[in-house]
């Protein structure tokens, strides 16, 4: 069996911002995405992680799963100041835990504009026999 990479990157997109992410695994799609949504606005290159968020987070869908996963990053750094250099998803009852590895957003230089929120526009979430891949575009 072939060995797959990982990895995300920023598409020009009009007046918003677009990361396509790519893993062998649907959980590794996700982080990559996260990791592609946080450098996009900060240089996290340097960074020592300060502690952990656990999260719980419930989806019926793939993508909807992705899409709650940057929101709650949104909503992070919204309301603590604060994003992930990391993310570990394992499932549970149905759910999905999200565990952050967190940040302190104040400290790091700022190379983009902040998102705003997680658009369901053009939204794409697939598994094919190249490992997952997921596009997403969010509103700055």
Avoid at 43 to 55: E, I, K, N
Wanted: aromatic share 4%.
């Amino acid at each position: 069996m072939a060995e797959y990479t990982s990895g995300h990157r920023s598409v020009p997109h009009t007046a918003d911002l677009r990361i396509e992410a790519w893993a062998p695994t649907r959980d590794g799609c996700i982080r990559e995405a996260v990791l592609g949504t946080v450098e996009s606005f900060l240089d996290s290159s340097s960074v020592r992680p300060r502690h952990t968020r656990l999260r719980r987070l419930t989806a019926d869908r793939d993508d909807d799963l992705l899409v709650a996963v940057l929101d709650e990053v949104i909503y992070l750094l919204d309301t603590e100041g604060e994003v992930p250099v990391d993310v570990n998803l394992n499932g549970a009852d149905g759910a999905v835990d999200a565990n952050f590895t967190m940040v302190d957003a104040t400290t790091l230089p700022q190379v983009g504009a902040v998102p705003k929120a997680a658009s369901l526009n053009e939204l794409r979430f697939s598994h094919g026999q190249h490992g997952w891949r997921c596009a997403v575009t969010l509103d700055v």
